[in-house]
C-alpha cells in the first residue's frame, strides 16, 4: 500500500525523529512504501486546520492516491474529539486508512471500515481530550495555590522553573511515574516528552 507519514510534537525543544524511524520501520515491515512524510511542531491544542503541516497534508491526499496515514499515536493528529473523528471521517470518504502505530490499529481494511477501530478511537480521542483539560486545571490549580502561598510572582527572565510548578506543568510524567513501572524511555513515549524531561521529573519526585 502506498502510504504517507504525520508525526508531530508540541514543543521546539521536542524532536519528531523518533516518530519518523518507528513509522518507517512499521511501513517495511507490512510492505508498505512511504510516499511522503509532513512534520511539525505545535500543540495538540491547535485546531488541526489551522496546522500548516497537516493542511498540507490534505491537500496532498486530495492529488495523491495514498491507502493509509501513519501516526504514532491518536493525540499527534490532534487533542480535541470532533478534529480526530472528522478527520478520520474524511479519510474513509476517501477510501484512507488511519494506522495508529500506538496500538497497531488500522481503521480501515480492504476497502472496508472497521467498527472495532472506529469505537476504540472515540474512546480513545475523548480520554485525549479529557486529559488535556485535566492538565489544564491542574495546571490552573497548581498557580493559584503558590498565589495564596505567596510564592508566585511571574516567572523572571532567565529565571528556573520551580519543582513545584515543574511537576503541576508535567502531572502525565509524573502520574505514569507513580501509577506504573515504566522505563524512562518507554513513558517519554507515551507522553510526546524528551527522555531528558522524563529524568527531571523524575529525579524531582525522588528528591
Known amino acids: 500500500m502506498e502510504a504517507i507519514i504525520y508525526s508531530r510534537v508540541s514543543s521546539e ?15 517495511e515491515e507490512k510492505g508498505w512504501h512511504v510516499r511522503r512524510t509532513f512534520q511539525e ?23 495523491t ?16 474529539v470532533v478534529d480526530v473523528l472528522n478527520f478520520v471521517e474524511l479519510l474513509h470518504e476517501k477510501g484512507i486508512a488511519l494506522y495508529i502505530q ?4 488500522l481503521t480501515m ?6 467498527p472495532m477501530a472506529k469505537m476504540l478511537l472515540q474512546m480513545l480521542s475523548i480520554g485525549a481530550e479529557m486529559e488535556n483539560n485535566q492538565r489544564k486545571i491542574r495546571q490552573y490549580e497548581g498557580i493559584q495555590l503558590a498565589k495564596i502561598r505567596l510564592k508566585y510572582n511571574g516567572r523572571k527572565k532567565g529565571a528556573k ?11 502525565n510524567i509524573s502520574d505514569l ?11 517519554a513515549g507515551i507522553t510526546g516528552h524528551s527522555i531528558n524531561t522524563v529524568r527531571k521529573i523524575k529525579q524531582l519526585k525522588e528528591i
Do not use: C
Open 109 to 114: 481494511e480492504k476497502g472496508k471500515e472497521n
Open 41 to 63: 511542531k505545535i500543540s495538540g491544542t491547535v485546531k488541526s486546520g489551522s496546522r500548516t503541516e497537516f493542511k498540507a497534508l490534505l491537500d496532498y491526499i486530495d492529488k
Open 13 to 27: 525543544s521536542q524532536d519528531y525523529e523518533r516518530q519518523l524511524i518507528n513509522l518507517k520501520i512499521v511501513a
Open 161 to 171: 522553573t520551580a519543582p513545584s510548578a515543574m511537576l503541576v506543568k508535567y502531572h
Open 177 to 187: 511515574i507513580d501509577k506504573s513501572d515504566l522505563s524512562v524511555r518507554r513513558i
Open 102 to 105: 500506538q496500538f497497531n490499529l
Open 65 to 80: 492516491p495514498v491507502q493509509v496515514i501513519m501516526t504514532s499515536e491518536i493525540s499527534r493528529i490532534g487533542r480535541r
